[in-house]
């Protein structure tokens, strides 16, 4: 029942981690629809609603995916006092620490780059945000991996510890 419960988990973070990614690239895609007037280096574009909309709502699926692993996987410190940490629990913490890196990272590149949408039909000018949406939707599917690689670890750890 566990392995199944497991599988459910892992399935559960990875389309919510591949459904962030896929909104924060189709925002971006929908972001270049927008009129833009490009002098040197600085860029006045016209903000398009759907492209915030997109954003906004891929940021809050990475947030809640997020959420979903820590809280299922549970608490993988590395820090024992006793004993060394067994190599499972290990791969949790560098993988715990590298899951909230990469969603810190995402999740500002996709408010950031959903933000100057926001505004109602009145153009902006300054310097040009390209691709903050399209990295950050890249970055999902990178956070999809790390907490991925976590959850099982911090399980493989939990199981190891029971069996001592």
């Given amino acids: 029942m566990a392995r199944v419960e497991a599988a459910v988990v892992c399935l559960l973070i990875i389309a919510m981690d591949v459904v962030a990614g896929v909104l924060g690239l189709h925002a971006e895609k929908t972001q270049h629809q927008g009129r833009r007037l490009r002098i040197l280096f600085i860029e006045c574009r016209q903000p398009v609603r759907q492209a915030y909309e997109l954003g906004v709502a891929a940021a809050a699926v990475l947030a809640a995916s997020h959420a979903i692993a820590n809280v299922v996987g549970g608490c993988a410190c590395a820090c024992s006092r006793d004993r060394r940490p067994s190599p499972n629990r290990q791969m949790a913490s560098f993988a715990l620490v590298i899951s909230w890196i990469v969603m810190v990272v995402g999740l500002a590149l ?7 949408n926001a505004k109602a039909k009145v153009a902006e000018c300054g310097l040009p945000r390209h691709r903050f949406l ?4 890249i ?3 990178v956070h999809g991996i790390f907490c991925l690689v976590y959850y099982v670890s911090a399980n493989a750890a939990k199981r190891e510890e029971g069996r001592m």
């Fill in 110 to 116: 996709l408010i950031l780059g959903a933000l100057p």
């Fill in 134 to 137: 399209s990295i950050g939707g």
């Fill in 139 to 141: 970055l999902c599917f």
